[in-house]
Every structure is written in C-alpha cells, then in structure tokens.
Nanobody
Framework: QVQLVESGGGLVQPGGSLRLSCAAS????????MGWYRQAPGKQRELVAS???????NYADSVKGRFTISRDNAKNAVYLQMNSLKPEDTAVYYC??????????WGQGTQVTVSS
C-alpha cells in the first residue's frame, strides 16, 4: 500500500502563486513517476504535470511556462510550483504515484481556488 499526503492548496488572487506538496510513504520501491492531476466541477480529471524518477517532465499545454513540477527522490516527495494563476486553474488537485505494474495511487485532493 502507498499513502500520499498533499498540502499547500488554498485561495489566491489571479496572478498569484501557490506551491503544492505531496509526500509518499509505504511500499514505494517500484514507483517510477509522480504527478499532479486536477478536476474542476463538471469536468474530467486531467493531467497537470508529471515527473519520472529520472527527472523527465510532462506538462499540460495550459500550464506550460507557469507551473513547475519538481521531485525529491530522497524524501519521496513531489512539488508543484504554480505561478501566474488564473481563475480557470481552480480545481481540486490530486497527487498521483504511478508504478511499473500499472497501479496508480491517489492522494485525497487539495482545493485550489483562484478568485479575486
């Protein structure tokens, strides 16, 4: 079993910044990627950004140039620095851990609200 604990969501004004953190614990030796997804009301969950143990990153087009994903392998943690936030970034953000077996684990989600 794997546990993912997220933190860092909240309310921010347009143009502001937030940093999300996610720490993984449990049986994680075969984890090869961590990432962030988000789900806005009435919409499907979508990939925001992901990063492999080797450091390869992938971003949704909508966040390129504004969001940065990083990872601390020693701490089994992943971070999402979100700058220049827009109202359309408002969603519940979920941490994801992907394993070579094809299994995925999810955090409980953290709300990000961008509003003036």
């Amino acid at each position: 079993q794997v546990q993912l604990v997220e933190s860092g969501g909240g309310l921010v004004q347009p143009g502001g910044s937030l940093r999300l953190s996610c720490a993984a614990s449990g049986t994680i030796f075969s984890m090869y990627a961590m990432g962030w997804y988000r789900q806005a009301p009435g919409k499907q969950r979508e990939l925001v950004a992901s990063i492999t143990t080797g450091g390869s990153t992938n971003y949704a087009d909508s966040v390129k140039g504004r969001f940065t994903i990083s990872r601390d392998n020693a701490k089994n943690a992943v971070y999402l620095q979100m700058n220049s936030l827009k109202p359309e970034d408002t969603a519940v953000y979920y941490c994801n851990a992907a394993f070579r077996s094809g299994t995925n684990y999810w955090g409980q989600g953290t709300q990000v609200t961008v509003s003036s």
